[in-house]
């Protein structure tokens, strides 16, 4: 619904008016505006209209982009700078990086929208930051709003909106890691058999036999699988944006690659298959035509973030690891459960990289570092073994 035009009695005049309701999203935010007291239909469908278009000629913080522009330099204050920022950098970022950078400055813009660029002061934003974590933000978060305004200052200097950054002067929140958990060989197997007949089973099963990421395993297509000769090809993610799923790039070029099966990935594969073509054959064209390997009953896709959260259901309200006696871990540690076994099976890294789609081994090294000491010892081991001094 764009502009729907109502009409209203209003028992002050004791007369027959009429109002328009505005009802538009635009980059994922609901953009809601009612009038009422129009003499007649048209007058309110013809306001209407002309408020759709400035609200739509409106930037994603609620200026127009023209108006802030023609500004005086000295005047334009964060929040107008902000707008100015997303809008250049909107054709250069991926649309949930875009989405994430328009969240972060909102946020800020309630406590700091309303100053001057060139009176802001490292002291406002060190206090905003330590407003935000106190209002129970994470300073990880807060770290992501630091790094989101000084980009946005960083721009704004080669525009000459500023002279200089205020944000050099800031202490960045400190990033608080999030402990990698993972399952050994027999935790896994055990959450596998346990949840085999359940809906998270199969991405689950992806994650941990693959290393795949949560929107790739969503956006995975038949497609792309070839269960012949026992491989995936990763070529695309799906996310929700604008409240719409959407398949998407993947996170860099050498996130697309090939993945070659399991024996057990791919017997999991085919009784998924066999299962999905009696739901095809019984609804017919009502199935959804994308083919989607993680799907409904009826083919259409899950979002990444009801995965997500269905796998944590299920394990907290069946009481399946408390019943098995393993860790809970985090859907995003099934991918780094799988790295590190194989890791610890001796596979050598460049081949972990490249099914992780890491751009380097470097990265991969980086990451998974804390298993590294572990396998030096048992490289020492067979090098005793091997090499003999007198």
Same mark, same amino acid.
């Given at each position: 619904?764009?502009?729907?035009?109502?009409? /209203? %009695?209003?028992?002050?005049? +004791?007369?027959?008016?009429?109002? /328009?309701?505005?009802?538009?999203?635009?980059?994922?935010?609901?953009?809601?505006?009612? !009038?009422?007291?129009?003499?007649?239909?048209?007058?309110?469908?013809?306001?209407?209209?002309?408020?759709?278009?400035?609200?739509?000629?409106?930037?994603?913080?609620?200026?127009?982009?023209?108006?802030?522009?023609? &500004?005086? +330099?000295?005047?334009?204050?964060?929040?107008?700078?902000?707008?100015?920022?997303?809008?250049?950098? +909107?054709?250069?970022?991926?649309?949930?990086?875009?989405?994430?950078?328009?969240?972060?400055?909102?946020?800020?813009?309630?406590?700091?929208?309303?100053?001057?660029?060139?009176?802001?002061?490292?002291?406002?934003?060190?206090?905003?930051?330590?407003?935000?974590? #106190?209002?129970?933000?994470?300073?990880?978060?807060?770290?992501?709003?630091?790094n989101v305004l000084n980009n946005a200052f960083n721009w704004a200097i080669t525009r000459?909106?500023?002279? !200089?950054?205020?944000?050099?002067?800031?202490? @960045?929140?400190?990033?608080? @890691?999030?402990?990698?958990?993972? %399952?050994?060989?027999?935790?896994?197997?055990?959450?596998?058999?346990?949840?085999?007949?359940?809906?998270?089973?199969?991405?689950?099963?992806?994650?941990?036999?693959?290393?795949?990421?949560?929107?790739?395993?969503?956006?995975?297509?038949?497609?792309?699988?070839?269960?012949?000769?026992?491989?995936?090809?990763? @070529?695309?993610?799906?996310?929700?944006?604008?409240?719409?799923?959407?398949?998407?790039?993947?996170?860099?070029?050498?996130?697309?690659?090939?993945?070659?099966?399991?024996? /057990?990935?791919?017997?999991?594969?085919?009784?998924l298959k066999e299962k999905q073509k009696i739901n095809k054959d019984y609804l017919g #064209?009502?199935?959804? &035509?994308?083919?989607?390997?993680?799907?409904?009953?009826?083919?259409?896709?899950?979002?990444?973030?009801?995965?997500?959260?269905?796998?944590?259901?299920?394990?907290?309200?069946?009481?399946?690891?408390?019943?098995?006696?393993?860790?809970?871990?985090?859907?995003? #540690?099934?991918?780094?459960?799988?790295?590190?076994?194989?890791?610890?099976?001796?596979?050598?890294? !460049?081949?972990?990289?490249?099914?992780?789609?890491?751009?380097s081994i470097k990265m991969t090294l980086d990451t998974y570092s804390h298993i590294l000491? #572990?396998?030096?010892?048992?490289?020492?081991? +067979?090098?005793?073994?091997?090499?003999?001094?007198?």
């Amino acid at each position: 619904m764009a502009v729907t035009v109502r009409e /209203y %009695y209003s028992k002050r005049q +004791k007369r027959k008016t009429f109002g /328009y309701e505005i009802d538009i999203t635009i980059q994922e935010q609901r953009i809601r505006e009612v !009038k009422r007291g129009f003499n007649t239909k048209t007058e309110a469908r013809e306001e209407g209209k002309r408020r759709e278009l400035a609200i739509k000629k409106q930037g994603t913080l609620g200026y127009d982009i023209n108006d802030i522009i023609s &500004k005086d +330099k000295e005047k334009i204050t964060v929040k107008e700078l902000f707008e100015l920022w997303l809008q250049t950098k +909107k054709n250069n970022i991926s649309p949930n990086t875009y989405q994430f950078y328009n969240n972060c400055s909102k946020m800020m813009c309630n406590e700091i929208g309303n100053k001057n660029v060139r009176k802001l002061k490292p002291e406002h934003i060190e206090l905003m930051l330590n407003k935000v974590i #106190d209002n129970g933000v994470t300073s990880s978060t807060a770290r992501h709003y630091y790094n989101v305004l000084n980009n946005a200052f960083n721009w704004a200097i080669t525009r000459e909106y500023v002279v !200089k950054n205020p944000c050099i002067l800031v202490e @960045k929140p400190k990033e608080n @890691k999030i402990e990698m958990k993972v %399952y050994n060989e027999e935790q896994l197997y055990k959450l596998l058999n346990r949840i085999k007949h359940m809906t998270c089973y199969i991405p689950v099963m992806l994650a941990a036999t693959t290393g795949m990421r949560l929107g790739e395993i969503c956006g995975l297509t038949w497609d792309c699988v070839n269960l012949k000769k026992g491989f995936i090809e990763v @070529k695309k993610q799906l996310q929700k944006i604008d409240n719409k799923l959407q398949f998407t790039p993947l996170k860099t070029t050498d996130s697309n690659r090939k993945i070659i099966l399991l024996d /057990y990935t791919i017997n999991s594969l085919k009784k998924l298959k066999e299962k999905q073509k009696i739901n095809k054959d019984y609804l017919g #064209d009502n199935y959804c &035509k994308l083919n989607f390997v993680v799907c409904k009953n009826d083919g259409n896709p899950y979002a990444p973030s009801y995965v997500g959260r269905n796998y944590r259901r299920v394990l907290k309200d069946y009481k399946i690891c408390e019943e098995l006696n393993i860790p809970i871990i985090r859907f995003h #540690d099934l991918r780094h459960t799988h790295a590190t076994l194989m890791l610890k099976a001796n596979i050598h890294p !460049k081949i972990v990289a490249d099914r992780l789609g890491h751009s380097s081994i470097k990265m991969t090294l980086d990451t998974y570092s804390h298993i590294l000491p #572990d396998m030096q010892q048992d490289a020492i081991e +067979k090098l005793n073994n091997m090499i003999h001094f007198h």
